[in-house]
């Protein structure tokens, strides 16, 4: 390892944020040797979203996405999902660019083609190669599971079993029923800041009488609460005026460590993930789903303005934190216990990370 790389963990991983409860140092939010850091110590070593059943419901359906650089390809073989780096094993070539239906992936460079199960089944012309046979070639595996509906994959063995990350969720949310829903809609933002910024920002309701004015006339803001789990937080609040539109209930909203958002209301889920680029851009997915019900379709038009208009403060405002943190003016800052919970948990698991990474080099 770098020492540089050693000295970011190091200077990231020993901050006493449990005694004195101090945000991350401004070096956390950098570009530069974090990065790398960041896509080896968590996003290789996470769960990460990168589908809904109800985009795999026939044979060949299939889902591409980017893990840490990693690209990716979740397909519905007729025997069950699995996931495959889109890598052929010719030269490298994509199966997909993008989400779609296919009998069999064909590499889009020189059209190798491989069965759903990723078996390597004909190579147009290699029949004179010598030592050349299909049995030789597949497609490397993902580990691939699933939660309610939602698909996720490990690019690492060492990660908890599925089910921890969601412990209690299932209860809590009842009568919601998370595959129940459909896949409607995709939007994606690029913002300028670390994706840490954007998740500490999901992570408070701290921020919300001065960014999302809209927002907080909808929730009671004194009975905001946080709790903490192992592997995720969860934020809640009765839903104060919302009883004409978003129903009546409760509004859920839950960070799965390290990149997943899910927000719940009772007739919508919207996952967010929030995908580091270089430069120290961040990208943000936004998916919506929805179930069955009368209405919907009003609903939809109005849940997307309103999502976009919450969308647009958190964006303006973690921009703006970014500019703060790479002015030199600001080292670290003391989080507010009732408030800010859920960003310490957060940071406390990055910490983990970290040191995880430096006690294996
Ligand atoms: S790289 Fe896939 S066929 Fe050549
Ligand atoms: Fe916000």
Redesign the pocket.
């Known amino acids: 390892m770098q020492r540089t790389t050693r000295d970011y963990l190091r200077h990231i991983s020993t901050a006493e944020a449990s005694v004195t409860a101090m945000s991350f140092p401004a070096a956390a939010y950098q570009s530069g040797v974090g990065d790398a850091v960041d896509q080896t110590a968590v996003f290789h070593r996470s769960w990460q979203l990168v589908a809904h059943l109800s985009q795999l419901q026939r044979t060949g359906d299939h889902v591409v996405h980017e893990v840490a650089g990693q690209p990716v390809i979740v397909v519905n073989t007729g025997e069950g999902i699995r996931a495959f780096h889109n890598v052929?094993?010719?030269?490298?070539?994509p199966l997909a660019f993008e989400n779609g239906h296919a009998k069999t992936l064909m590499?889009k460079?020189?059209?190798?083609n491989y069965h759903l199960n990723g078996q390597l089944k004909s190579?147009p012309e290699m029949h004179t190669t010598a030592g050349f046979d299909v049995c030789d070639h597949r497609l490397p595996e993902v580990r691939l599971d699933s939660w309610q509906g939602l698909v996720f994959i490990a690019l690492q063995a060492d990660v908890p079993p599925i089910s921890e990350l969601f412990t209690g969720i299932e209860d809590r949310i009842q009568p919601i029923e998370l595959s129940n829903m459909t896949f409607q809609r995709r939007d994606e933002f690029i913002i300028n800041c670390n994706w840490k910024v954007y998740v500490e920002n999901y992570l408070e309701g701290y921020h919300l009488p001065h960014v999302h004015p809209g927002l907080n006339q909808l929730l009671d803001y004194k009975s905001y609460q946080t709790e903490l789990s192992q592997w995720h937080s969860y934020q809640f609040s009765p839903l104060d005026q919302g009883g004409d539109f978003y129903g009546e209930g409760q509004a859920h909203y839950y960070f799965i460590y390290p990149n997943t958002m899910l927000n719940i209301l009772p007739n919508r889920l919207q996952t967010n993930q929030v995908l580091p680029m270089k430069n120290n851009q961040t990208r943000v997915i936004f998916d919506y789903f929805y179930p069955e019900f009368d209405g919907r379709e009003d609903f939809i038009k109005q849940d997307l303005a309103f999502s976009d208009e919450v969308q647009d403060e958190d964006i303006m405002i973690c921009e703006a934190v970014q500019k703060g943190l790479d002015s030199g003016s600001y080292h670290q800052g003391q989080l507010c216990y009732k408030r800010e919970q859920a960003v310490w948990h957060f940071q406390e698991l990055v910490r983990t990370a970290y040191r995880q990474l430096l006690n294996s080099k």
């Open positions: 052929c094993r010719h030269r490298a070539g590499c460079y020189h059209g190798w190579a």
